[in-house]
């Protein structure tokens, strides 16, 4: 039963990512293989070749090449006879004891759940809307490829030909002419190029004339800023014990001191208070009672409804933390497959073979281990073209030296089962040496394998974000947790910024770690018992 609900599951979502590929939808995780098509380059090729495929020019045929891999294994599972999908007594011994361990199996479990949260994608984080209705219509810009002119929703000058704020949007609803419904996702902040305004905090001018902090029984003090109507600071006003400098309270209020001021006339003209004519009328450009705390970037948490506040470059932190999960997810699903396909490629050949192409082999080993990453990514980098760097160059440089210590203990691995006697049954039977090696020696080494994931996993992740914190890493357009790390380090003053980056790389860390240890005890033979 599960066999088959996950196979028609992958159909499913075979026939939905074809059909949102040519359609213009942005489904969440479906439409990824193609999003990532359009980033890369080399992923991609001229729309000419294959004229019936092309959107926007292009065959995407890495995206395809994805939904045709989803759908024959579905249809291979659901075509398979449930009784060869049974799991082999030995690893099903080792998923029993790995369940029992419940460190390791809770940090699983926690991890499943990180990766459904990253695959919602647009539903959680995004600052595009998930639906507007307008004039009985309903429009869903976060799941469309195209972008929705503003004057789809009756806006009108340049913001008509552009694509709207759907926040400010949201925060029309009611009034005339607005939208009558827009739905907005939990984190309303993109995790790259989307900076916020400063967020403010209105202060209660209460009945005794002194400035409060909404539920405080205390006076304010600071400074207090009144704003234009667009929300910008126009006049910042140092106030003590709620009252604004220069202000006596039971005294004549003749005395004023302005902190500093700016408006504008219409004509775009700033001015700024000259002396000229009487402080009150000066003050009456902005209303007194709007007077509020603004706090600038990097703002802290539950400020302007962000959870966890805005970095130095006013972006929400929450939303930069879900982009660099799904970077080192996307990261991780690129740079596994490169590294198991070479290590175990060489490893077996290496210990199987033996030999002039053991030596060779070791000999490349040796001359890429003494190669300093560090230097080979900083000469890279300011060597290539901007186009040329991105999640590709990195990964690419990560492969290249990641490969080595899995194939030293496959090679091992290898010889030693090489040796075992039912491997020299299979030759008697004339088992040709690729059967011998992924029929017979690759599923008895299958513990090296499953061990060593977690522990790729946490050495890719670990390596993006080392290199983000130095500057080599990925370009300004992906979400990393390096730069936000490097940012809350350069502004200890703000200590929400490197422990929010901080807490999310040690519980990642942590919890591939806890997993990994999982997994080598439930494959460690010595844990065997005789009643297993």
């Not at 891999?69 to 011994?93: C, I, N, T, W």
């Not at 916020?196 to 400035?211: I, K, M, Q, V």
């Not at 281990?369 to 999640?391: K, N, T």
Request: hydrophobic fraction near 45%.
């Amino acid at each position: 039963m599960l066999k088959n609900t996950v196979a028609l599951l992958l159909i499913l979502c075979a026939v939905a990512g074809v059909a949102g590929e040519l359609n213009g939808w942005l489904l969440p995780t479906i439409s990824w293989p193609f999003t990532v098509s359009r980033e890369m380059s080399f992923l991609h090729i001229s729309g000419h070749y294959v004229p019936d495929l092309e959107v926007d020019g292009s065959f995407h045929w890495f995206g395809w090449l994805s939904m045709l891999v989803l759908f024959f294994v579905g249809l291979y599972l659901l075509l398979r006879p449930s009784a060869s999908m049974r799991m082999a007594p030995e690893m099903a011994k080792r998923w029993r004891r790995f369940r029992s361990m419940k460190r390791g199996w809770w940090s699983f479990l926690l991890l499943l759940f990180l990766l459904l949260l990253a695959g919602l994608d647009q539903c959680i984080v995004g600052k595009r809307a998930l639906a507007v209705k307008y004039e009985g219509h309903w429009y869903f810009p976060a799941f469309t490829r195209a972008i929705i002119p503003g004057d789809t929703f009756g806006l009108v000058g340049d913001e008509a030909l552009a694509e709207p704020d759907y926040r400010e949007l949201a925060s029309s609803v009611g009034l005339p002419d607005a939208p009558e419904v827009v739905v907005m996702p939990p984190i309303p902040y993109n995790p790259v190029s989307d900076a916020a305004p400063f967020p403010t905090e209105p202060l209660e001018l209460r009945s005794d004339g002194l400035y409060y902090r909404q539920g405080s029984h205390k006076p304010f003090n600071g400074i207090a800023c009144r704003l234009y109507e667009d929300g910008m600071p126009h006049m910042r006003t140092r106030c003590r014990r709620g009252l604004p400098d220069g202000y006596v309270q039971g005294w004549s209020r003749d005395r004023r001191e302005v902190y500093a001021a700016r408006y504008s006339d219409g004509a775009m003209t700033e001015h700024h208070y000259n002396g000229l004519g009487t402080v009150e009328d000066f003050e009456k450009l902005t209303d007194p009672k709007r007077a509020c705390v603004v706090h600038y970037h990097p703002a802290p948490p539950l400020s302007g409804g962000h959870l966890l506040g805005t970095d130095s470059r006013g972006a929400d932190i929450a939303a930069v933390l879900y982009g660099g999960l799904q970077v080192c997810i996307a990261a991780s699903l690129f740079y596994l497959p490169i590294i198991y396909g070479i290590g175990l490629t060489l490893g077996m050949l290496m210990g199987y073979f033996g030999g002039k192409w053991d030596l060779l082999v070791q000999r490349l080993i040796e001359i890429l281990s003494q190669l300093p990453f560090l230097f080979v990514v900083m000469i890279l980098a300011d060597s290539l073209p901007l186009e040329m760097r991105g999640m590709f160059l990195i990964l690419s440089l990560l492969a290249l030296f990641g490969w080595m210590r899995m194939t030293y203990l496959v090679r091992t691995a290898t010889m030693k089962e090489k040796e075992r006697e039912y491997v020299a049954a299979a030759r008697v039977m004339g088992a040709g040496t690729g059967r011998i090696l992924l029929r017979h020696i690759l599923p008895n080494i299958m513990a090296i394998v499953v061990t060593l994931l977690p522990f790729s996993v946490a050495a890719v992740v670990f390596s993006l974000t080392s290199l983000d914190y130095l500057g080599f890493g990925l370009p300004e357009s992906y979400a990393s947790w390096g730069r936000l790390l490097n940012d809350g380090l350069a502004r200890l003053s703000s200590p929400w910024v490197v422990s929010s980056a901080f807490l999310a790389l040690v519980i990642t860390l942590l919890l591939v770690t806890f997993v990994g240890e999982g997994i080598r005890e439930a494959c460690d033979p010595r844990r065997r018992t005789y009643y297993e």
